[in-house]
C-alpha cells in the first residue's frame, strides 16, 4: 500500500511539474525581457539629467558684452560629467548657424534652432564614436538670433553601468530558476500529501466501507472535493441499502406462496385424484401462483419505477382520454370477476399532457388495480379525466373501504398493509409502485377521502403540453 501511495505521489508530481514548465520558462523570459527595458531607460534617464545639468549650466553662464555673447567656463563645469574612466565630452554654442565656441564640427540635433529654455535630446555619431547630444536653446537681451548650446558625451560609461546592472539581474534571475527548480518538487510534494492520503484511506478500504471521508486536515482547495466525494458515497450507501432491503422483502414475501405451493403438491402425491382435500389443494396452488405471478410483475415494476427514477425521461405528447380508457379497458375483466362496476368518463376535447406514456399507463393501471381489488363486492370504480387549472387531472375514485387519513403516508412504503387487510391477497406494492412512477415522469400523485364520504379518491396531476 505504501509503495501504491509513492507511486500515486510520484505520478502526480511529474504531471504538475511538467505542466508548470512552460509557464515558468515565459515568466523567467518576461522577467529578463521586461528587466532589460527598465534597466536601459533607468540609466539613459540618469545620465540624460546629468546632460542636461552640464548644458543648463552652459547656458546659464552666458552673458552679452558689448552686443556680444560671450562664455565664462568653469573648469569643474564638465567634471560631472567625467568618470574614472574617462568619457569624452564636447560642446558647442551657436548662434544661428555660426559656432561661437567650442566643437564646430559637434553634430546639430536642431538645425532650426530651438525656443527659449527649450531642451531636446538625441543620439549622434562624433569622431567614428556614438555620442549622446543634447540642446538647449536660450535668448539673450540685444541679441536678434536665439542661441544653442549643444552638449555631447561619449556613452562608454552608460554601457558600461547598464552592461553590469543586466549581468546582476541575470545573474539573480538564474539564481531565482535554480531555488524554484529545487523547492517546487519539494514544495509540490508537500502541497499533494492530502491527496496521497485521501487517496490511500480510500484504496485501503473495504468494498463495503462505505462511510464518509474525514474532513479534518483537509485544505480548504480540496474541501469541496471531499465533501462532494462524501454526498456520492452517500447515495452510494441509500442505493445499496434499497437494493438489501428490496431483496429481504422480495424473498419474504416470496417464500409464503412458494411454502404453500410445495406443501400443496406433497399432498397431492399422497392423496387419490377423487379426494377432496386434493381439490382444496389444487384450488390452493391456483391462488398461490396467481399471487407469486402477481408478485413477481410487481417486482419487475417497482425494479422499472427504481430504474426510471434515476433517468432524465424523454416526454411525448399524450391523449390522457386514450391512455386512461386503454388502463381501464384492460382492467375491465379483473372488475368483472370481481363484480366491481367500473366506469370511465373522458374529459371533454383533447387533454393533452407531456408525459412518458408507457410509465404512464402503468401508473393508471396499478392504481386502478388496487381499486378494483380492495373494493367489496357490488362497489364501483370510476376512472375520470379533467382539467385542474393549466393541469391535466386523473382520478380514480371508488366506494371502498378506503385509507385512513393517518395511514396516507405510510401506504407508500414498500411491502406496508393495513392491519385489516392482512388476511386478503396482496403484497402492499401497488401505491409504492405508483408513487415512483408518478414522481419519475413528473407526475404527483394525492390521497383523498371520496367525494361520497366513503372510500378512496386517488388524484394523478400531469403537466399539460404547452403546445
Do not use: C
Not at 486536515?217 to 437494493?243: C, H, I, K, W, Y
Amino acid at each position: 500500500m505504501r509503495f501504491s501511495s509513492l507511486v500515486i505521489e510520484h505520478s502526480l508530481t511529474s504531471r504538475l511539474l511538467r505542466r508548470m514548465v512552460v509557464p515558468m520558462a515565459g515568466a523567467a523570459l518576461l522577467l529578463g525581457v521586461g528587466g532589460s527595458l527598465v534597466i536601459t531607460s533607468a540609466v539613459e534617464t540618469v545620465n540624460d539629467r546629468i546632460l542636461g545639468a552640464a548644458s543648463r549650466a552652459i547656458a546659464d553662464s552666458l552673458t552679452v558684452e558689448d552686443g556680444a555673447v560671450s562664455l565664462n567656463l568653469s573648469p569643474a563645469l564638465f567634471g560631472m560629467l567625467e568618470d574614472s574612466e574617462r568619457d569624452n565630452v564636447f560642446y558647442s554654442v551657436r548662434q544661428g548657424g555660426t559656432v561661437l565656441t567650442g566643437y564646430s564640427d559637434l553634430p546639430d540635433i536642431a538645425p532650426r534652432g530651438l525656443h527659449d529654455t527649450q531642451v531636446r535630446f538625441g543620439n549622434g555619431t562624433y569622431k567614428g564614436v556614438a555620442v549622446r547630444v543634447v540642446a538647449e536653446g536660450r535668448r539673450l537681451p540685444q541679441i536678434s538670433e536665439p542661441v544653442t548650446v549643444e552638449v555631447a558625451e561619449t556613452m562608454g560609461a552608460r554601457q558600461r553601468t547598464s552592461s553590469r546592472m543586466l549581468l546582476a539581474l541575470a545573474l539573480l534571475e538564474a539564481l531565482l530558476i535554480g531555488l524554484t527548480a529545487v523547492l517546487l518538487p519539494l514544495a509540490v510534494r508537500w502541497g499533494m500529501k492530502p491527496v496521497v492520503g485521501l487517496g490511500a484511506e480510500m484504496d485501503a478500504r473495504a468494498g463495503s466501507d462505505l462511510k464518509p471521508l474525514s474532513t479534518s486536515g483537509v485544505p480548504s482547495e480540496l474541501s469541496d472535493l471531499v465533501r462532494a466525494f462524501n454526498r456520492l458515497l452517500e447515495r452510494l450507501d441509500a442505493t445499496l441499502q434499497n437494493m438489501r432491503q428490496f431483496t429481504a422483502d422480495a424473498s419474504h414475501q416470496m417464500r409464503t406462496p412458494l411454502s404453500i405451493l410445495r406443501t400443496h403438491v406433497t399432498l397431492l402425491r399422497r392423496s387419490p385424484a377423487s379426494d377432496e382435500q386434493a381439490r382444496q389443494s389444487l384450488e390452493d396452488i391456483d391462488q398461490a401462483t396467481e399471487r407469486l405471478q402477481r408478485l413477481l410483475t410487481q417486482l419487475l415494476a417497482l425494479a422499472r419505477a427504481d430504474s426510471s427514477a434515476q433517468e432524465e425521461l424523454a416526454r411525448e405528447h399524450v391523449d390522457m382520454n386514450m391512455l386512461a380508457g386503454s388502463a381501464a379497458t384492460d382492467h375491465a375483466p379483473q372488475a368483472v370477476r370481481l363484480e366491481v362496476d367500473l366506469r370511465f368518463e373522458p374529459a371533454n376535447g383533447e387533454p393533452i399532457a407531456a408525459t412518458h406514456s408507457m410509465l404512464a399507463v402503468e401508473l393508471l393501471g396499478n392504481l386502478i388495480d388496487n381499486a378494483v381489488s380492495y373494493n367489496l363486492p357490488g362497489g364501483s370504480v370510476t376512472v375520470s379525466v379533467g382539467r385542474r387549472g393549466k393541469k391535466i387531472l386523473v382520478s380514480i375514485e371508488d366506494d371502498g373501504p378506503g385509507i385512513p387519513p393517518e395511514d396516507r403516508e405510510r401506504v407508500f412504503t414498500r411491502f406496508a398493509r393495513l392491519t385489516r387487510d392482512t388476511s386478503r391477497p396482496g403484497s402492499g406494492l401497488g401505491l409504492p409502485i405508483a408513487n415512483m412512477l408518478a414522481r419519475a415522469i413528473g407526475a404527483t400523485l394525492k390521497l383523498e377521502t371520496a367525494r361520497s364520504g366513503q372510500g378512496l379518491r386517488v388524484e394523478v396531476t400531469f403537466p399539460a403540453d404547452p403546445v
